[in-house]
């Protein structure tokens, strides 16, 4: 009998079938940086070196999927904001010259697209294959200034919809919209509920699966994510950069196909404590409805000999 | 036996049937996926999983039989992307395709393009005039060989079209189908030159093989037709194959044919899976009729590009379309006759500047992307589907079950933007137009349909189906004037419950003249030999075939039908031959007695014309496997009045004849019981259609759970 691939075990979690192992899915971003010794900047703006970062870091820790585009100020800088680089890390700062009309056709969104394309064409056979673009409640905030992007939901609707169907045709399974504070300090309202109504009709016509990535909310608050009525939900660290109690993850799944399970790739003791807990859970819900992922973007400060030992003790 | 699967693709979405053996059915939609239409096809193999709580690879595994009608043909020809390919023919006849037949320009376009005279264009050829060779060579009419083919001459020719990147060739020789041996010695040739393990082998269709029929213009254009469309289909269908099988399934795909049968994809001409979806249908309200005993039916599929037309007659389906249209070329495959217009939920409604600001609906469709404005995919073109939710008929809470949420907000805005205030009307009267117009379209192009083969609408049944069928037939019924209109609980998924009710088969042809009839003489021929020749020679080939298919010689039933036509006349007429064989002249007699009887009835007595001698041109053997019929389980009635759970909250919905918007009552489609009546206005929500009851109509459900809608006598 041949051993299932992670994209087999991952289609498995989003089909709501039982899994027979627990699948590990991080989002890699600064890492590859350090696993292929070139600056985030520079392999950010060479699709090819970005591509082949990619697939070279899954194959060295052959984890059972690949994500593409985490960053948030990817779609900022599509969107028209000046980005510059501090301590190799992009920082948007807001348009002055208005909006552009085609994001996906832009810096390095365009490249994003082709790294997307490229990495899924090589690795769908064998791993899920997750693209990754920041939230519009984000996006908004990011484009026209702290607190101000509730009123501009709509000037940013379409350029969303392109972009996510640029995502979409790079033949991902699933497509996470990333969000922060914006999104996760306010109530959840009817104008967050028809954007992602939109986004999630362009991407159901696709056949991929939304997920939602929420980052720096308050622990209290989690619940309120359910009104998007995403397919799956990823949280990141909260506030006090920590994971909320695992029953409350759980929660926050029920009624959709399942959660992420984020592991803090740099503290082992914890993963390890999350990964048996999580272990449990899954073999309480006969392996439904549950993923193991990294608590955020796994960033170039990670230990590469721990992350290795963690990703032994996981699939053994 | 297992499960039973049946797939049609449409313009805007996909629709799935499946049956299991203990009776159960589920059904489902899901947005067709122009890009990769397999997208959508697994994805509704998945919904369809989860319906009967299986697994995808369980429930696959447990399928019989995955019957799909498919548009990856059309697609192939509209999109252009068939290979480049070489035409061999007759020297002197290589302007034919280019030349075509006298309304080549007008064949496939639109109406409000055909009447741009200064504009209209033929369509573009699908082989280039370099791509086409002449080499000298004849056959006469009655299959003599008058000039032979040069091998020489050959090889010359296919260098020629080598070099210039042919990737296949089609052979289309003069009175081939007469005696092939000409076109079989071309396909010899290169078949030597290019064997099949070298890497430059190409594919070689002989028009003989495809459709050996006279008019050589038609029997080129299916040729070529097919050979541009086999190519594409086979990869997208083989990839399509493999995803089924990877995901669990083991017996072969098949697919449903034109002419109203369904076959292995592997013993299929590309050219007969065009528009299969529609004859489908047909089919499924064929078999639905047969339970109520109705013979004369009126069969619609409004869905969300097109609305689809066929009659029934005498219970058969026997209407043909001798030169049907497959893009923009006329072919002469066997294909049951189902017309179709561009007016479905997803018609986009537009202000005609040149007709002094008329509002028209279609034939432009906003698909499934971005599909109506009210889908929040982008679209901003006002549509059907807008209207109707404009107008309160649909929830857009409850669109596919809930599945898609609707937004009424991009409705109004759409339809307010376009057409309420060029027009400088409220939405709600534009939105109201727009209903009207699309209704008064479809229900004048079916009472022509219908009126113009020389019956009377009103001796009808009317079948609505489609996604939108229920919705719209108390709307375009009032035009035929027909006393009952039938609406499917498949009715949305139609063309795929209708594939469900196929048999195996497929049709033979032979193009062969004769004069069966002369009325100097007032004889009948006596060349019965001859007749049974050609009637022995397709029954071979189709016994043939489907032992091929793992079909034995006793299951097959065969059925012969002849274009026959009255001498000087130009228009044929197929008749059912009510003799296989014949032993004596007499029995040409018979068949001369049918014929006359069908044109009698037709185009009336006065306008039989036996004077001219009557003539048999071709000759169809269509060969059947039958498979066991459907059988609609029927149920014990219950009370008039609808139970309290079928009961949903009333909401405010526009009556046109009421002028003015009113809480309507909103009934549940599957909380009603055999025997529930309801009185107009209401609205009755299933989880992939609404039922629009209008006032003076009354909704019935019957025994097999149809719904009936009639006009309300009280």
């Known amino acids: 009998m041949t051993m299932a691939t992670g994209r087999e075990l991952f289609n498995n979690f989003l089909n709501d079938e039982p899994l027979p192992r627990p699948v590990f899915v991080p989002m890699i971003r600064g890492l590859l940086s350090r696993v292929d010794g070139l600056s985030m900047e520079r392999l950010m703006n060479d699709p090819t070196l970005w591509a082949n970062g990619l697939v070279r870091t899954h194959k060295l820790f052959r984890f059972d999927g690949v994500v593409v585009g985490l960053d948030f100020t990817l779609m900022a800088e599509a969107c028209g904001c000046e980005i510059t680089w501090e301590k190799d890390r992009p920082v948007a700062s807001p348009p002055l010259k208005g909006l552009y009309k085609k994001p996906e056709e832009v810096g390095r969104m365009k490249y994003a697209l082709e790294v997307a394309s490229r990495v899924f064409e090589v690795c769908q056979k064998d791993q899920a294959c997750i693209a990754a673009v920041t939230g519009p409640i984000t996006l908004a905030d990011m484009l026209f200034g702290p607190g101000k992007g509730a009123d501009h939901l709509e000037e940013i609707k379409q350029l969303m919809v392109q972009v996510a169907e640029a995502f979409c045709k790079t033949g991902p399974d699933v497509l996470i919209f990333l969000e922060g504070r914006p999104l996760a300090s306010t109530k959840i309202n009817l104008s967050h509920r028809k954007i992602y109504n939109t986004l999630k009709n362009i991407t159901g016509y696709y056949d991929v699966k939304t997920g939602l990535y929420v980052q720096r909310y308050a622990p209290s608050s989690v619940d309120q994510f359910k009104a998007l009525k995403m397919d799956l939900y990823v949280l990141g660290p909260s506030t006090d950069g920590t994971l909320p109690g695992i029953s409350r993850v759980w929660d926050l799944g029920v009624g959709a196909l399942g959660v992420g399970l984020g592991l803090p790739l740099d503290d082992l003791a914890a993963a390890r404590r999350l990964i048996k807990e999580g272990r449990k859970l899954y073999e309480t819900t006969g392996g439904r409805g549950i993923f193991f992922t990294s608590l955020g973007p796994a960033t170039r400060d990670v230990d590469l000999e721990t992350l290795h030992e963690l990703v032994q003790e996981f699939f053994h | ?714």
């Not at chain 2, 499960?3 to 947005?31: L, Q, Y």
């Not at chain 2, 590309?270 to 109705?294: I, K, R, W």
């Not at chain 2, 228009?571 to 014929?595: E, G, W």
Request: overall charge negative.
């Open chain 2, 1 to 714: 036996m297992g499960i039973s699967i049946s797939v049609d693709i449409g313009g805007t979405f996909t629709d799935f049937h499946a049956r299991s053996e203990d009776g159960n059915t589920e059904t489902t939609k899901t947005p067709t996926t122009h890009y990769d239409l397999s997208v959508g096809f697994m994805k509704g193999m998945k919904t369809l999983a989860r319906s009967f709580g299986k697994g995808l690879s369980d429930f696959l595994g447990q399928s019989d039989v995955v019957r799909y009608c498919t548009t990856m043909g059309t697609n192939a020809l509209i999109e252009r992307t068939g290979p480049k390919l070489g035409f061999i023919t007759t020297a002197g006849f290589e302007d034919a395709i280019f030349l075509g037949r006298a309304r080549s320009w007008a064949d496939g376009g639109s109406v409000l393009e055909n009447k741009d005279l200064a504009r209209i264009r033929k369509p573009e050829p699908l082989i280039q005039p370099e791509m086409v060779v002449g080499v000298r060579e004849r056959i006469d009419s009655f299959g003599n060989v008058v000039s032979p083919l040069r091998r020489e001459e050959v090889l010359e020719k296919l260098q020629h079209l080598v070099d210039r990147g042919a990737m296949g060739f089609v052979v289309g020789l003069l009175w081939s189908f007469s005696n092939p041996a000409h076109e079989r010695m071309i396909r010899e040739i290169i078949e030597e030159e290019y064997p099949e393990d070298y890497l430059g082998s190409m594919p070689v269709i002989l028009s003989s093989d495809v459709s050996p029929k006279s008019a050589e213009y038609t029997r080129f254009t299916t040729t070529i037709v097919n050979a541009y469309i086999h190519g594409v289909m086979a990869e997208k269908l083989n990839k399509l194959g493999n995803e089924l099988r990877d995901g669990g399934y083991r017996r072969p795909l098949v697919l449903v044919h034109n002419t109203g049968g369904m076959k292995k994809m592997s013993r299929t001409r590309a050219v007969l899976t065009h528009n299969a979806g529609p004859v489908a249908g047909l089919h499924g309200a064929l078999s639905v009729g047969a339970h109520y005993g109705h013979e004369k039916i009126i069969f619609t599929d409004m869905g969300g590009t097109s609305f689809d037309i066929g009659v029934i007659t005498g219970g058969e389906l026997k209407t043909y379309d001798f030169i049907p249209l497959i893009d923009r070329w006329r072919t002469n495959i066997p294909a049951i006759e189902v017309k179709s217009i561009g007016a479905g939920g997803g018609s986009i409604a537009w202000i005609n500047r040149l007709m002094d600001n008329a509002m028209e609906v279609g034939p432009q469709s906003a698909g499934s992307m971005p599909g109506p404005a009210c889908y929040d995919q982008g679209g901003r073109e006002p549509t059907v589907t807008d209207a109707d939710l404009l107008l309160g008929y649909l929830n857009p809470e409850n669109y596919l079950g809930g599945n898609m949420l609707l937004d009424p907000d991009l409705s109004q805005e759409a339809i307010k933007e376009r057409i309420a205030d060029p027009l400088g009307i409220d939405p709600v009267e534009a939105a109201l137009r727009i209903r009207q117009v699309v209704d008064a379209r479809m229900g004048q192009e079916v009472f022509n349909e219908v009126a113009l083969k020389g019956h009377d609408p009103r001796e009808f049944v009317l079948m609505a189906c489609g996604g939108a069928g229920a919705t719209h037939a108390c709307g375009f019924a009032p035009y035929l004037k027909v006393a009952k209109v039938i609406v499917s609980p498949y009715s949305s998924v139609f063309g795929a419950f209708g594939a469900s009710t196929l048999n195996i088969q497929q049709v033979w042809e032979m193009s062969k003249t004769m004069k069966i009839f002369q009325w100097a003489t007032q004889s009948y021929s006596e060349d019965v030999d001859e007749f049974n020749r050609v009637v022995a020679d397709l029954k071979n080939k189709a016994v043939r075939d489907l032992q091929l298919e793992g079909y034995r010689e006793d299951q097959i039933q065969f059925r012969l039908e002849l274009d026959m036509r009255y001498g000087m006349q130009y228009n044929l007429m197929k008749v059912v031959s009510p003799r296989l064989t014949l032993r004596n002249s007499d029995d040409f007699k018979v068949i001369c007695d049918t014929f006359t009887q069908q044109y009698a009835e037709v185009y009336s007595p006065e306008a039989t014309f036996p004077m001219g001698g009557i003539n048999l041109e071709c000759f169809h053997m269509t060969a059947v496997v039958a498979l066991p019929p459907l059988e609609l389980e029927a149920f014990e009635g219950n009370d008039q009045t609808p139970s309290g759970a079928a009961s949903l909250p009333a909401r405010e919905a526009f009556w046109a004849s009421l002028e003015g918007f009113m809480k309507t009552p909103v009934f549940a489609f599957n909380e009603l019981l055999v025997g529930n009546e309801i009185d107009g206005p209401a609205l009755v929500e299933a989880d992939d259609t609404t039922y629009v009851i209008e006032p003076g109509w009354r909704f019935v459900m019957d025994r097999f759970r149809n719904a009936v809608l009639e006009r309300n006598q009280a």
